[in-house]
């Protein structure tokens, strides 16, 4: 059977990790994360989006800051970049697909 809820969780994280590869080099504000993903999970939650952000960042992946204010911002470390430009491999935890060209 397939767990619909881990496969959520590591597609959006791999969906964040994208978003902010597009974005770079300027960090992005949670607000333009969470329109993005409502993209494509239109039910997606700021709750859920913090919390794959937050992940993401404690793989070394993602740099967060967080304002005194709440809203946070969002920026890749190298590693997020590697990982999104598939130069390195990705650990278990993210959806990122198959390379499925330079095969």
């Known amino acids: 059977m397939i ?3 881990k496969v959520r969780r590591e597609s959006l994280r791999w969906y964040l990790l994208l978003a902010l590869n597009n974005a770079r080099p300027e960090e992005v504000c949670e607000d333009v994360i969470q329109m993005t993903m409502r993209a494509i999970y239109p039910d997606v ?8 952000l937050d992940y ?3 793989r070394a992946l993602v740099k967060l800051r967080k304002e005194p204010s709440g809203r946070w911002w969002g920026d890749l470390t190298r590693y997020g970049v590697d990982i999104a430009e598939y130069t390195i491999d990705c650990a278990p935890g993210i959806a990122r697909p198959a390379q499925y060209w330079n095969q």
């Open 45 to 52: 939650t700021p709750l859920e989006v913090r919390k794959e």
């Open 3 to 5: 767990d619909q809820a």
């Open 56 to 58: 993401l960042a404690d």
